[in-house]
């Protein structure tokens, strides 16, 4: 069996909101999390300004990869996250804001937030208390133990225990 080395993760949580919100208005706007389908993986591209792979991802049946779009506007993907179910607890392979949503220009802030609520809530899910670990790069430990309230397991991996993914799931997830 060909064992992969996990991805340091890099994404910020730029700030927790109720949703995501435009950084321009102001206006924030209710999100859906849907599964990436075959027709998105167009549009999530290196040449679209990605940096990861998302064929790749998608194409691993470990795993289940997730976009985050506004609930209205589905066909603009907002976000993606890669996640495989373990025995006890949910891994977060990759995330990634869309390319839009990077830097002191971005569109909406709070992409990465939503997309690790709804890996917290998948764990809930599948009765894992809402288990959620992955690799950080070492440079954003401390942010996403002040951001996420994620603890050290060992090294750079990282786990994001009950209480944590409750009040992230409770924030973005009303229903």
Not at 21 to 44: A, C, W
Not at 89 to 95: F, N, Q, S
Not at 158 to 163: K, L, Q, S
Request: hydrophobic share 40%.
């Amino acid at each position: 069996m060909k064992t992969s080395k996990p991805i340091h993760l890099d994404f910020e949580v730029d700030k927790l909101t109720d949703s995501i919100r435009n950084t321009i208005s102001g206006d924030s706007f209710t999100t859906k999390v849907l599964f990436l389908t075959k027709t998105d993986l167009k549009q999530v591209t290196k040449k679209n300004g990605w940096n990861f792979t998302w064929r790749s991802e998608q194409a691993d049946k470990t795993r289940e990869v997730f976009k985050l779009t506004i609930l209205n506007n589905p066909g603009i993907i907002q976000g993606l996250v890669s996640l495989s179910i373990e025995p006890d607890h949910v891994y977060m392979h990759l995330l990634e804001n869309a390319p839009f949503n990077l830097g002191k220009e971005k569109l909406y802030e709070g992409v990465a937030g939503n997309l690790v609520a709804h890996a917290c809530k998948v764990s809930f899910q599948h009765g894992f208390d809402g288990f959620v670990a992955f690799t950080a790069k070492t440079s954003l430990i401390e942010h996403y133990q002040k951001t996420l309230g994620a603890y050290i397991l060992g090294g750079s991996k990282m786990i994001i225990p009950t209480d944590s993914a409750k009040l992230l799931v409770d924030r973005y997830f009303k229903s």
